[in-house]
C-alpha cells in the first residue's frame, strides 16, 4: 500500500502490467499503455502527477502516464505557453 498523497497509485492498472510496457514506450509504441490507462480508474490522477512532477520538479516525465505521451504533455503545455 502507497500512503499519503500517492495513495492513488495503489488503484493504478499499470501496476498489474509488465513494467517494460511503459519503459519501452520511450521510443518504442504507446498503443497499449494507452489502452490500459484507458480503462484505469485513476488515470486523471496519473496526468496530473506527471504534469505536476514536470512542472513543480523540473523532470521529465517519459513514457505513458494517465494515457499520455510525453510528446503529448510537452505539446499542451507550449499550446499554454509552459517551456516543455
Given at each position: 500500500?502507497?500512503?499519503?498523497?500517492?495513495?492513488?497509485?495503489?488503484?493504478?492498472?499499470?501496476?498489474?502490467?509488465d513494467?517494460?510496457?511503459?519503459?519501452?514506450?520511450?521510443?518504442?509504441?504507446t498503443?497499449?499503455?494507452?489502452?490500459?490507462?484507458?480503462?484505469?480508474?485513476?488515470?486523471?490522477?496519473?496526468?496530473?502527477?506527471?504534469?505536476?512532477?514536470?512542472?513543480?520538479?523540473?523532470?521529465?516525465?517519459?513514457?505513458?502516464?494517465?494515457?499520455?505521451?510525453?510528446?503529448?504533455?510537452?505539446?499542451?503545455?507550449?499550446?499554454?505557453?509552459?517551456?516543455?
Open positions: 500500500m502507497t500512503a499519503g498523497r500517492y495513495s492513488w497509485m495503489d488503484g493504478a492498472l499499470c501496476a498489474q502490467a513494467p517494460d510496457l511503459w519503459t519501452s514506450a520511450i521510443g518504442g509504441g498503443r497499449t499503455p494507452k489502452r490500459i490507462c484507458g480503462n484505469c480508474p485513476v488515470a486523471r490522477e496519473c496526468d496530473a502527477h506527471a504534469t505536476a512532477l514536470h512542472i513543480y520538479e523540473g523532470l521529465a516525465m517519459n513514457g505513458v502516464w494517465g494515457g499520455r505521451s510525453k510528446r503529448q504533455r510537452d505539446q499542451d503545455r507550449r499550446e499554454l505557453g509552459e517551456a516543455a
